[in-house]
């Protein structure tokens, strides 16, 4: 009978072993929206690229999580997040890398019990010192990591923008800035604010928050009015109450375009791809490549602490010619020198 217990503890033990080094061997992907989503997607892949390109994916697997939160009622999205932190808790990941701010602010906050996981983002708006401050994860002087979290911050190119709009209408241009109020569309409305704080641009724009179709109409009234010279759609879900449904970005493109007669600033390529008019936007793609290469110097035995935490300073400037048609716009030549891409 003892023989017969030792044995079944020397299986257990073998087993356990053999559950902690496959844990060991995983990467945690988890993105805020969904497998296709216009953010997300492009920042997948450019992790997946620097992953794959490494060689790193001969020794580790990939795990990946989509909390889809611009489709799905918060209370959803809290389940499956406290379902992938059980999961973390009981295969330890060797790495996680989360994609925009949801996930991010979520999952940081696991690495406050547990200093031995580490974490990589990509695409946060949310200032980063105003993350700081409920994290404490940086020294704010040099941006390197004091806990186990590095990544790449991501930047709008606001002012950019507005020089790229007043080369085509020879004029400070006038701008709407339309946000939603969810959580990542009032990030999004204060990120606008802060990187115009120090400009003079500041003072030609307007901010035009929405959380209802309602509110959407009325918004719509207001930028077609004449008033304005372009706007910033950072609409990212809103509520339709007669559906009792939630409209995304990739819903909202076709209802803005056709309803808005003026220029709509794509503040990534892909919004421009699916419609917008464009303008200076930021490459996701990119700035997922890079944090997926900080991901491979820490699953290389690099100490995180070195890893120092960045902004994403890629962007293109890019055009779709079908809406530039709509709305009768045309280029010299000083601006079809300057677009790096039209669609």
């Known amino acids: 009978m003892n023989q017969i217990h030792k044995l079944l503890l020397s299986l257990i033990l ?10 060991q061997n995983l990467i945690y992907i988890i993105a805020s929206y969904n497998k296709n989503d216009l953010c997300g997607k492009p920042q997948y892949d450019g992790v997946i ?12 697997n990939i795990k990946s999580f989509y909390l889809d939160s611009k489709n799905k009622k918060t209370e959803t999205v809290k389940k499956l997040t406290a379902q992938i932190n059980s999961k973390i808790k009981k295969e330890h990941p060797a790495l996680i890398i989360t994609l925009d701010d949801l996930a991010f602010n979520f999952f940081a906050k696991t690495l406050l019990f547990d200093n031995t996981l580490k974490l990589v983002f990509s695409g ?18 040099t941006f ?47 990120q606008v604010q802060e990187e115009l704080a120090n400009s003079e641009f500041i003072n030609h724009t307007a901010f035009l928050p929405v959380e209802t179709t309602f509110d959407l109409k009325n918004a719509i009234y207001k930028i077609n009015s004449g008033h304005f010279d372009a706007y910033i ?21 076709p209802i803005l375009t056709n309803q808005i007669n003026i220029i709509d ?36 035995g690099e100490d995180i602490r070195k890893i120092k935490i960045e902004e994403s ?14 709305l009768k716009i045309n280029f010299n030549n000083e601006l079809i020198n300057i677009v790096d891409k039209f669609y």
């Open 14 to 23: 073998l087993l356990s072993l053999f559950n902690f080094s496959f844990a």
């Open 49 to 60: 690229n620097s992953l794959e390109f490494s060689g790193v994916l001969e020794k580790y």
């Open 124 to 141: 946060i708006n949310k200032s980063l010192m105003d993350y700081n401050k409920e994290l404490n994860f940086f020294d704010p002087t």
């Open 144 to 190: 390197l990591p004091t806990k186990n979290i590095t990544g790449v911050h991501e930047r709008l190119f606001i002012e950019n923008q507005f020089e790229f709009l007043y080369l085509i209408y020879n004029k400070v241009p006038k701008v709407a800035v339309l946000y939603s109020t969810d959580f990542i569309g009032n990030i999004l409305g204060k």
């Open 233 to 253: 759609p950072l609409t990212m879900s809103i509520v339709d109450p007669i559906e009792n449904e939630i409209l995304s970005i990739n819903r909202l493109i």
């Open 265 to 300: 600033i794509g503040v990534n390529k892909e919004f421009t791809k699916a419609g917008f008019f464009g303008g200076v936007t930021v490459d996701f793609y990119k700035m997922g490549k890079k944090a997926g290469e900080k991901a491979v110097k820490i699953l290389n």
């Open 313 to 326: 300073y890629d962007y293109e400037i890019v055009i779709n010619k079908k809406r530039m048609e709509q």
